[in-house]
């Protein structure tokens, strides 16, 4: 079992960052904890929530059936032939949980191979991932819950580790339909034009409705220096537009911060919460202490999610030691309160945090601890609802079962899962704007940051000017 948990956004590559990394990263306990080129919240795995975005995504609306002339229609089997015994269950299949009708299974394991036009080309392995993936898919847990092969357990640990080739988009599902959940910054995909809530329509020309999630990361993915085509529509629009993106390795930061010109305000932004994430938030508090800032704007938008280890370190700035960071909820209905760590940095500054419809997992953690523990007001649109802590399980071949085994819950007990965040007070973003990123910031006057559009951000400053 890989170490940790993963909150997700959407479904492995839910958090998906297309491109090779995916999801959000995974910590050891006390709490759960992905995503990296598209990455597709990466939406957690084992012992606590995180992700990703992840995926946090999963299958498409199917195709619709084409209608065949009633000559094409083949009579069934049972016309043609005598139907094949039905196959009994394998002596060494383990008793434990076996649902009581499994030999239709084997039944139709046994049709399959007998009587499939193209059997030949078939691999064991083949039939043997695809039951798997049927499995999980058969929980409903859609966009969390995922069969993993061994390449994608492989991306999602470069994911993890910051390692990613692709566009630099978080891939995730809503409404039946694939979204980009977040875009990271400076990335391919944000320098093209791509936005967080932008629906996929197609890819180079091949429609997306057609595809299922992991079709479509392996359609967008690809190596750096080659294009891709995405046909998207941005968020209150309705106007299908083509997009190339030249695909990259992709750089994730993971903290960056500047002062917001003009003010003793310090804006810290927390990209995604992968390996080190507290760390260098901690790192960005203290040069910002240092260089005068009095208050500090925590801005989490688009932040997909990862580690949740790391969303309690980050939390745990800011709120004193016992403070209840998130809580932990069984499949029993059992919950477990998971405290603040000892040792604060900014523990008395004033604080805003920043969300938007990109803000997932691991991100929407800090946030609802913030809020609940009115540490100080949370602005921007409701998040993206991501409350499952994912546990990652290899299997004997490297492939792994990601499995939703638990829910987490604000430190009010709000359930997260699909609700996401709702802001103190909510602050749409024009639609023309783009949210200001530090190292804009730092290259601007202060009648620049006001002319910028940032509603959000201003609002913050607002606040922000009025406490200190």
Same mark, same amino acid.
């Given at each position: 079992?890989?170490?940790?948990?993963?909150?997700?956004?959407?479904?492995?590559?839910?958090?998906?960052?297309?491109?090779? =990394?995916?999801?959000?990263?995974?910590?050891?306990?006390?709490?759960?904890?992905?995503?990296?080129?598209?990455?597709?919240?990466? =939406?957690?795995?084992?012992?606590?929530?995180?992700?990703?975005?992840?995926?946090?995504?999963?299958?498409?609306?199917?195709?619709?059936?084409?209608?065949?002339?009633?000559?094409? /229609?083949?009579?069934?089997?049972?016309?043609?032939?005598?139907?094949?015994?039905?196959?009994?269950?394998?002596?060494?299949?383990?008793?434990?949980?076996?649902?009581?009708?499994? +030999?239709?299974?084997?039944?139709?394991?046994?049709?399959?191979?007998?009587?499939?036009?193209?059997?030949?080309?078939?691999?064991?392995?083949?039939?043997?991932?695809?039951?798997?993936?049927?499995?999980?898919?058969?929980?409903?847990?859609?966009?969390?819950?995922?069969?993993?092969?061994?390449?994608?357990?492989?991306?999602?640990?470069?994911?993890?580790?910051?390692?990613?080739?692709?566009?630099?988009?978080?891939?995730?599902?809503?409404?039946?339909?694939?979204? *980009?959940?977040?875009?990271?910054?400076?990335?391919?995909?944000?320098?093209?034009?791509?936005?967080?809530?932008?629906?996929?329509?197609?890819?180079?020309?091949?429609?997306?409705?057609?595809?299922?999630?992991?079709?479509?990361? +392996?359609?967008?993915?690809?190596?750096?220096?080659?294009?891709?085509?995405? &046909?998207?529509?941005?968020?209150?629009?309705?106007?299908?537009?083509? *997009?190339? $993106?030249?695909?990259?390795?992709?750089?994730?930061?993971? /903290?960056?911060?500047?002062?917001?010109?003009?003010?003793?305000?310090?804006?810290?932004?927390?990209?995604?919460?992968?390996?080190?994430?507290?760390?260098?938030?901690?790192?960005?508090?203290?040069?910002?202490?240092?260089?005068?800032?009095?208050?500090?704007?925590?801005?989490?938008?688009?932040?997909?999610?990862?580690?949740?280890?790391?969303?309690?370190?980050?939390?745990?700035?800011?709120?004193?030691? +016992?403070?209840? $960071?998130?809580?932990?909820?069984?499949?029993?209905?059992?919950?477990?309160?998971?405290?603040?760590?000892?040792?604060?940095?900014?523990?008395?500054?004033?604080?805003?945090?920043?969300?938007?419809?990109?803000?997932?997992?691991?991100?929407?953690?800090?946030?609802?601890?913030?809020?609940?523990?009115?540490?100080?007001?949370?602005?921007?649109?409701? &998040?993206? +609802?991501?409350?499952?802590?994912?546990?990652?399980?290899?299997?004997?071949?490297?492939?792994?079962?990601?499995?939703?085994?638990?829910?987490?819950?604000?430190?009010?007990?709000?359930? *997260?899962?699909?609700?996401?965040?709702?802001?103190?007070?909510?602050?749409?973003?024009?639609?023309?704007?783009?949210?200001?990123?530090?190292?804009?910031?730092?290259?601007?006057?202060?009648?620049? $940051?006001?002319?910028?559009?940032?509603?959000?951000?201003?609002?913050?400053?607002?606040?922000?000017?009025?406490?200190?």
């Amino acid at each position: 079992m890989l170490a940790g948990a993963l909150i997700l956004a959407v479904v492995f590559l839910a958090g998906l960052l297309v491109g090779r =990394g995916v999801g959000s990263p995974t910590s050891p306990p006390p709490g759960p904890s992905p995503v990296a080129a598209i990455p597709s919240p990466t =939406g957690a795995p084992a012992s606590g929530p995180t992700g990703a975005p992840a995926s946090d995504p999963t299958v498409t609306a199917p195709a619709a059936v084409s209608a065949l002339p009633s000559a094409a /229609v083949s009579a069934p089997a049972s016309a043609a032939r005598s139907t094949p015994p039905s196959p009994s269950l394998p002596s060494d299949a383990p008793a434990t949980s076996r649902p009581a009708d499994f +030999g239709l299974f084997w039944e139709a394991l046994a049709l399959v191979q007998e009587r499939y036009v193209d059997r030949d080309s078939l691999t064991d392995m083949e039939i043997t991932y695809g039951a798997i993936s049927g499995l999980v898919d058969g929980l409903g847990d859609t966009g969390h819950s995922v069969f993993l092969t061994p390449d994608e357990v492989a991306a999602q640990q470069d994911a993890l580790d910051g390692r990613l080739t692709g566009i630099g988009a978080l891939l995730g599902e809503r409404g039946g339909s694939p979204v *980009i959940v977040s875009v990271i910054s400076g990335a391919p995909a944000a320098e093209a034009g791509v936005r967080s809530g932008d629906r996929i329509i197609a890819i180079d020309g091949e429609r997306a409705d057609r595809l299922t999630t992991e079709q479509i990361v +392996g359609l967008v993915r690809g190596e750096a220096g080659t294009a891709v085509t995405l &046909t998207v529509i941005h968020p209150a629009d309705d106007q299908e537009i083509d *997009i190339t $993106v030249v695909r990259a390795v992709i750089q994730v930061p993971t /903290v960056t911060w500047a002062m917001v010109p003009g003010t003793d305000i310090a804006d810290i932004r927390v990209i995604q919460f992968s390996s080190g994430a507290a760390a260098a938030a901690m790192t960005a508090i203290s040069e910002a202490v240092a260089a005068g800032a009095r208050a500090i704007i925590l801005d989490l938008r688009s932040d997909p999610g990862g580690l949740v280890d790391e969303a309690i370190g980050l939390a745990s700035q800011f709120l004193p030691q +016992g403070s209840v $960071v998130y809580q932990r909820q069984d499949a029993d209905g059992v919950t477990t309160p998971v405290p603040a760590r000892p040792d604060g940095l900014a523990l008395e500054l004033p604080m805003v945090v920043l969300v938007d419809q990109g803000t997932a997992s691991s991100a929407e953690i800090v946030a609802g601890a913030i809020a609940d523990n009115e540490r100080g007001p949370v602005i921007g649109v409701p &998040t993206f +609802g991501t409350g499952t802590v994912l546990n990652t399980f290899e299997l004997s071949d490297g492939s792994a079962v990601r499995l939703g085994v638990e829910h987490w819950l604000t430190p009010d007990g709000d359930l *997260i899962f699909d609700n996401g965040i709702t802001p103190d007070e909510e602050v749409e973003l024009p639609a023309e704007s783009i949210p200001l990123e530090p190292g804009d910031i730092a290259a601007l006057d202060p009648a620049a $940051v006001t002319a910028s559009g940032d509603s959000q951000l201003l609002r913050a400053v607002a606040i922000l000017t009025e406490e200190l």
